[in-house]
């Protein structure tokens, strides 16, 4: 990816081969948090997307439920070292 401006984000998604979490605030006003879900499902359907309800855009960084939710998920993750890497 290219900063906040990638040449083709659709290229970059789809070749993403490691896992991927996506949460977005419903009320994010800096992106469309409604595309995220149909676009990741479409390029990189390996992610997976959660919308915080009531959540905008800086509030995710401080809101203690996706602190939770990215503990859990990355607990969940398999031992990198017993697995390959991207090809």
């Not at 040449?7 to 970059?12: F, M, S, T, V």
């Not at 401080?62 to 390959?84: C, F, G, K, M």
């Amino acid at each position: 990816m290219n900063g906040f401006a990638p040449r083709d984000y659709r290229a970059d998604l789809r070749a993403m081969c490691e896992p991927v979490r996506v949460v977005v605030g419903h009320d994010d006003a800096a992106f469309y948090p409604d595309q995220f879900g149909p676009v990741f499902e479409e390029l990189a359907p390996h992610a997976s997307v959660d919308m915080v309800r009531g959540g905008g855009h800086l509030e995710l960084v401080a809101a203690p439920q996706v602190h939770a939710a990215v503990v859990s998920w990355l607990r969940e993750l398999p031992d990198r070292r017993s697995t390959r890497a991207c090809s």
